[in-house]
C-alpha cells in the first residue's frame, strides 16, 4: 500500500532553516507528481509546494517563493523541502502528498514551529 513517511519538522527561530523529507512507497514513485501541503491551526491545508514526476518543473505557493526548494530524488524514493528564512507564519503540520489515479495520499504530517 502507499505509504509517505515524513521527517525533519521542529522548533526554529525566525530566519531560522529546517529540510523536511518524505520516504515514499508502495508505488512507483517516479511516475507522479509529489507535492508538501501544510496545515496552521484553525486554517484549511493549503499547497506550498509541487513538482514534477521527473523533477524538470516546481511550483510554489507565493507566499514561500524565493525561500523554499522542493526536491526529489527518484532512485531513493524520497522528496525533501528545504525551508530557509522561516517566518513564525509558516508553523504548521507539513504534509507530504501524491495523487494516484485522482486519490490523495498523505503521510502522518510533521510539525514546523517558527518562534523566538
Known amino acids: 500500500q502507499v505509504q509517505l513517511v515524513e521527517s525533519g519538522g521542529g522548533l526554529v527561530q525566525p530566519g531560522g532553516s529546517l529540510r523536511l523529507s518524505c520516504a515514499a512507497s508502495?508505488?512507483?514513485?517516479?511516475?507522479?507528481?509529489m507535492s508538501w501541503y501544510r496545515q496552521a491551526p484553525g486554517k484549511e491545508r493549503e499547497l506550498v509546494a509541487r513538482?514534477?514526476?521527473?523533477?524538470?518543473?516546481?511550483n510554489y505557493a507565493d507566499s514561500v517563493k524565493g525561500r523554499f526548494t522542493i526536491s526529489r530524488d527518484n532512485a531513493k524514493n524520497t522528496v525533501s523541502l528545504q525551508m530557509n528564512s522561516l517566518k513564525p507564519e509558516d508553523t504548521a503540520v507539513y504534509y507530504c502528498?501524491?495523487?494516484?489515479?485522482?486519490?490523495?495520499?498523505w503521510g502522518q504530517g510533521t510539525q514546523v514551529t517558527v518562534s523566538s
Open positions: 502528498n501524491v495523487f494516484i489515479r485522482s486519490v490523495p495520499y
Open positions: 508502495g508505488f512507483t514513485f517516479s511516475m507522479y507528481a
Open positions: 513538482i514534477t514526476n521527473t523533477g524538470g518543473s516546481t
